[in-house]
């Protein structure tokens, strides 16, 4: 009876109709009216973020200064692609948006490794540029804890308390037939999302999580297993908030770190960033003249993605990129032109700060590993 | 095709033919002629090991005084039992044979939260009394590396790593159909058993693992993961020595810590071990008429089990014991005085023995707490 949608975390999810996963998986449509105080996030006010749950206990939170915290993770395997950063901004966003904030950042070493095979080692490196980024992207080191998986016995010790609560039918139920491996790291990425309300880190709490829309089965485990533990962890259930998935810039559904040509990451050389964005899939027609005559398909055109999810800060140049697409005006040549100097500004500006904040990176890194080393005594 | 024994190292498994393991799972009879350099060991002078894999090794590494490691661990969820008490015997035998052994003993507290629901810090106060135990049994503490599974990120990472290795259809051909959580914390038994293979421990190595029949599931899971991570890790496949099960006092298969009179505990007040004891099943007949005339059974008899593999040091009172009641000149009353002499005997010098030790274990825990953090930083 349930719809074909799939939600796979690991593999592609391919979701047409977002408003599809309010029925299926009980998500919640993103009122913007209810939530005007976060008007200033450009995914919520331009619709990337399209649903959320239990989003009301952050906006109470930020409203009468209570504490909360925001958490995602980052698996490291490569550079930042505009996924990460999308999640990445969003941290940063609710980081900032309170002075009780707290954002907590899981590097998924482990799951790296059960994934992709990758060794600690290797993904060691890959962790200090990723977080040079989300550091370049704005996050406060200070209200910031920044954690390797495999170094984390709290997450550690709670997936295994986890494993006691799950059946080998829920977790097949929720992930689809998975190999074992992912089952665990599934319950390794619940122990993220429920560390910031252990007492080590000032007890329960809103938490909320941004994610892609694929990300959902995570989010319905550690909501289960925070229900299950209301009575020794006293969890709160935690929040999300789902963005829409981006394409490829050949189109495709989703991201895939696999084919370096068909996304862009924030590592990016900037003549090679350029040429990407100029051979992206878009929305024009088969010829000018048709185009002048009919218009373009922004909805189609991952050019204009690229400018309103990414790219692009001014709503008023978006809209006029969407008009004048609309009404013929505006030629690809041209459009992607005016993309590709937006992406090549924002990775130059990105880059310059990044590379001052490699140090910062390491030293946020040791920070977390001198916390738990001192919780150890 | 395959004969009806079940090994399952969380339930009840009922051998009584032991040399259907060696066909069905693969078990090596322990073959005495082959290792005489063990014949100092009472379980493996009286037939009580009755089999092996890869014993060879460790043979090998005590001639040629060459570094070797045995290891074994208890689920820290009361006082210790007579079943604790053999894989401690051997531990302490095996270590004390080779100025190169070294022991390592995990405190399975994860496991005792996944099977049996004990919170860690419970079981983190019986593991003292536990390991006080242990040290008295004769344990080198100086030799000796002592952990808790919930401490240990190098057996946690492995499970995880593990995790990668096995499918669901895997664990259930070694375990059966058991709980997602006994799963999980069979990858942690499998970490536990390559531990001391680590680099941090010295590297690959012969590692012996002395565990009853029941536990084999174990060994085999840990040899096929051993084997999986050659080209990795350098595994040596690890060796176990395999004891026959004990039974409980009213003769049942196998000791339950559920039922106290059922079990003598190294804790058991004197008084109360002395009755017992008394009140043990016996290969007694009906009638002591009936006795003196056909003589005991003493296979049947729980009070011969504790003299053979428990009590009695001296073998050749063992073997009057055994000749004096098939013959029928030992009757049930005075053979149970005698042994529950043994019994106090024994446990009056464990416990002021053990109680001079208490400190020692919290120091063993600590230490192995600050070999921990030294190996984080």
Redesign the interface.
């Known amino acids: 009876l349930k719809d074909t949608i799939r939600l796979d975390p690991w593999g592609a999810s391919d979701i047409r109709d977002y408003s599809k996963l309010f029925d299926l998986f009980g998500i919640e449509p993103l009122d913007k009216s209810r939530f005007k105080v976060f008007a200033s996030n450009r995914y919520i006010r331009r619709n990337i973020d399209f649903g959320h749950r239990d989003l009301d206990k952050i906006l109470r939170a930020v409203e009468n200064n209570k504490p909360y915290a925001v958490m995602s993770g980052i698996k490291p395997t490569g550079p930042f692609h505009l996924g990460s950063k999308m999640t990445a901004d969003e941290i940063v966003y609710f980081q900032r948006l309170s002075p009780k904030a707290r954002a907590f950042y899981a590097i998924a070493d ?1 799951e790296a ?2 994934d992709n ?1 990758l060794s ?1 080692t290797e993904s060691s490196k890959i962790a200090v540029n990723n977080l040079a980024d989300i550091l370049a992207l704005g996050l406060d080191p200070d209200r910031a804890y920044v954690y390797k998986q ?2 984390a ?1 709290q997450v ?2 709670m997936s ?2 986890f ?6 039918n829920m ?1 097949k139920a929720i992930y689809g037939t998975k ?3 992912l ?3 599934a319950l ?1 990425q619940a122990g993220d999302i429920l560390l910031p309300q252990r007492k080590e880190f000032g007890g329960p709490k809103p938490v909320l999580v941004p994610v892609g829309a694929d990300q959902d089965p995570h989010i319905r485990l550690a909501r289960d297993l925070a229900k299950k533990h209301q009575s020794d962890f006293k969890f709160v259930m935690p929040s999300a908030i789902y963005h829409k998935l981006t394409r490829s810039l050949s189109g495709e559904y989703k991201m895939s770190k696999r084919d370096p040509m068909s996304l862009i990451t924030l590592d990016d050389d900037l003549f090679v960033a350029k040429k990407k964005v100029m051979n992206c899939l878009t929305g024009g027609r088969e010829s000018t003249e048709l185009q002048r005559k009919l218009g373009g398909e922004p909805e189609k055109c991952v050019n204009y993605e690229l400018c309103v999810i990414h790219f692009a800060e001014d709503d008023d140049f978006v809209k006029r990129v969407y008009r004048e697409c609309m009404s013929g005006e505006r030629i690809c040549g041209n459009c992607k032109k005016e993309a590709s100097e937006l992406v090549v500004n924002f990775l130059k500006e990105h880059q310059k700060r990044k590379g001052q904040l490699i140090e910062k990176a390491k030293e946020l890194l040791k920070k977390s ?1 001198e916390e ?2 001192s919780s ?2």
């Open positions: 482990v490794y059960c095979g600690f495999s170094e016995i550690m010790n295994f308390i494993s006691k609560d799950v059946t080998y977790m190999p074992f491996g089952y665990i790291s390794i590993k738990l080393i150890l005594k």
